[in-house]
């Protein structure tokens, strides 16, 4: 959520560059000045915190029935014009003392929230990418700290990734099918349980 200072600082999104899915693949743009998302629909747009509220609730069902799912909202009930006034309220009062208590976010990566109208966006993870997690052999067992493996317990794909050190960007789905199909085919060869 952000407000009318915020839209005017430059684009949220910078369409030049190949780095999304959606900026490689369609032949979507954003705008400079982000006011062609808010036309599409995109950035929601309202003159008052409780108009606000009422859109993004219409947008989040909206998306539910076209997705035929809850995901990835499920519970309305906390999203209220009072306790969205109370959330920017708090934020804002970060903003005057330069300090985040929640986040930890410098003064110079903050403003606030104050003048209509005010803007808002669904965001919810579509793709995401986890590198690190448990180290694994080349067996795709999970091993301990002392490099041994953990009887029965497997790891494949991105958690435990041979690439954890780095985004890789585009070998996950190899590295997803090669160690399923190693950790699959240990996991069926132990005789022990």
């Known amino acids: 959520m952000f407000d009318a200072d915020s839209i005017n600082k430059g684009a949220f999104m910078n ?3 190949a780095f999304t899915w959606f900026t490689t693949h369609s032949s979507q743009t954003w705008s400079s000045d982000n006011h062609e998302a808010v036309d599409n629909g995109w950035i929601l747009r309202a003159n008052s915190i409780s108009e606000l ?3 993004m609730l219409a947008a989040q069902s909206a998306t539910q029935a076209r997705l035929h799912s809850t995901f990835p909202f499920t519970d ?3 999203l209220t014009a009072a306790s969205v006034q109370a959330t920017i309220d708090k934020y804002n009062g970060y903003c005057t003392n330069g300090t985040d208590r929640d986040f930890g976010r410098p003064a110079s990566g903050m403003a606030p929230v104050a003048r209509a109208p005010f803007y808002a966006m669904q965001n919810y993870p579509i793709t995401y990418n986890t590198q690190g997690g448990p180290k694994r ?3 795709a067992q999970v091993v301990g700290l002392d490099n ?3 009887p029965h317990l497997y790891s494949a ?3 435990g990734s041979y690439f954890g050190w780095m985004y890789n960007g585009g070998s996950n789905i ?3 099918l ?3 199909q190693i950790a699959a085919r240990n996991a069926l060869a132990e005789t022990s349980v």
Request: proline share 4%.
């Open 53 to 55: 509220v009422d859109k």
């Open 174 to 176: 190899a590295e997803c």
């Open 76 to 78: 309305h009930s906390t």
């Open 15 to 17: 369409s030049s560059r």
């Open 137 to 139: 052999n080349a067996k």
């Open 148 to 150: 041994q493996p953990i």
């Open 178 to 180: 090669c160690t399923g």
């Open 157 to 159: 794909g991105e958690m």
